[in-house]
């Protein structure tokens, strides 16, 4: 009598499998399957990350994830502390933190949810934005990048946080200074990167 074969579980459902794991040299997310809306609240990631040594002003921050999207509380809130304490960003040494005053919360945010927090800018399930104190990350995006990044959606979400973070530091959008040069962070690139290469870091020659 042949031994029946144990059974193979089935791989994570939420996963799609990616193509290519390196675009540009860098080792990319596997893309996961986000829904239109989900819990509509929000839970803050627990704990501390202390900011780096040094000089220069101390920005506390809060990270948040709206319940029910399909990733890793935990790794965005170490992907965007990792991000904004990065040498080629705003400068500041960001904390986060979970309770208390602070001056910025970044919330990764369904394509529903982005769109309500968002208002009255129009993001259209599309875009993510700066509101209310809030750098609302559409979820869509985080997962998906945009095609003037040509797959490398690990380089488009360094951008889409410095960009909105940066407006929260006080920064308005900007114009492509020519074609063929580097976009500068204040650019919508989510929207098009009018002739510029893509950059997702507001000093990126440090």
Known sequence: MTPTP???PDS??????????????????????????ASGRYRVVPGEAPPPRGKGKVVRYIVEVERGLP??????A???HRTLNDRRSWGFRFKRVSRGPVKIRVSL??????????????????????????????AMRWNEGVPGYRGD????REYVVNHEVGH????????????????????????????CRPNPWPFPKR
């Not at 945010?109 to 990350?137: E, H, K, Q």
């Open 109 to 138: 945010s369904s394509p529903a949810m982005t769109d309500r927090r968002c208002l009255p800018l129009r993001t259209l399930g599309l875009l993510s934005c700066w509101n209310g104190g809030r750098a609302v990350i559409n």
């Open 168 to 195: 929260g530091l006080g920064h308005g959008h900007v114009s492509c200074p020519g074609p063929g040069r580097r976009a500068p962070i204040m650019l919508q690139q989510t929207k098009s990167l009018h002739g």
């Open 6 to 8: 144990a059974p193979v």
């Open 12 to 37: 994570d459902p939420r996963e799609i499998r990616p193509e290519t794991l390196f675009v540009n040299g860098r080792q990319q997310p596997v893309k996961v399957r986000v829904p239109r809306s």
């Open 71 to 76: 990733f890793d509380a935990e790794e965005f």
């Open 153 to 156: 959606v690990a380089s488009y």
């Open 78 to 80: 170490h992907e965007v």
